[in-house]
């Protein structure tokens, strides 16, 4: 049973640029939330999607978007990227979204901005 | 702002030294607290999951207590392989997601 997927595992982009990450849940969730991890810290909450739709948001700026499709997999769009946006992101999924839920992790996607 | 301590920040220990990682949270409405393990370059994986107060969770050499204000995971006779970085999250009744500390980074020498 495959875990949960993420797609590139690293990735190198200049200032100003643009970047799109992808994640496939865990086979049988179908909540996916993302979260960025600085080095030396531990996952901010990013946002979270649940039938096609943001269910909540962290304290990021309109700069990250997302986007959930019918078959559950997601994207986190990153535009106009900054040298604070260095990190690695990480794809979770769950059963549901609402309540306490286990989260199954991604390995992540290392971004780094030059 | 809900917010999750997590101490010591790293923590070397020689095998079969015991100690414990502490997790304090700072904003009642707990639902659920988690504790992850993640080693370097890959995704935290789940470990336990504690609801209330005086819970104990269990596994190999680790076991996880929860009190009304923070939750304790006990590493009993640790080995190298232990060596990894334990987070603990908490999940607030109206904050609809889960917090994360940074961290307790945990180094077992031989």
């Known amino acids: 049973d495959a875990g949960v997927t993420q797609s590139p595992t690293h990735l190198i982009k200049t200032r100003g640029q643009q970047v799109t990450l992808r994640c496939s849940p865990k086979s049988g969730h179908d909540t996916v939330s993302w979260y960025q991890q600085a080095l030396g810290q531990g996952p901010q909450f990013i946002f979270q999607?649940?039938?096609?739709?943001?269910?909540q948001r962290g304290n990021f700026p309109d700069r990250f978007s997302g986007h959930q499709f019918p078959n559950y997999s997601s994207e986190l769009n990153v535009n106009a990227l900054l040298l604070g946006d260095s990190a690695l992101y990480l794809c979770a999924s769950s059963i549901t979204w609402e309540g306490a839920n286990v989260l199954t992790f991604g390995a992540g996607s290392r971004l780094t901005v030059l | 702002e809900d917010q999750v301590t997590q101490s010591p920040e790293a923590l070397r220990l020689q095998e079969g030294e015991s100690s414990s990682l502490n997790c304090s949270y700072t904003?009642?409405?707990?639902?659920?607290l988690f504790w992850y393990r993640q080693d370097p370059g890959k995704g935290p994986e789940f470990l336990f999951t504690?609801?209330?107060a005086g819970e104990e969770k269990e596994k190999e050499r680790l076991k996880a207590t929860l009190t009304k204000k923070e939750s304790f995971l006990h590493i009993t006779a640790p080995k190298p392989e232990d060596s990894a970085t334990y987070l603990c999250?908490?999940?607030?009744?109206?904050?609809?997601?889960?917090?994360f500390g940074d961290g307790t980074t945990l180094t077992v020498k031989p």
């Open positions: 999607y649940y039938e096609e739709e943001e269910r």
């Open positions: 999250a908490v999940f607030f009744i109206y904050a609809g997601k889960s917090t």
């Open positions: 904003v009642s409405g707990l639902r659920g």
């Open positions: 504690l609801y209330s």
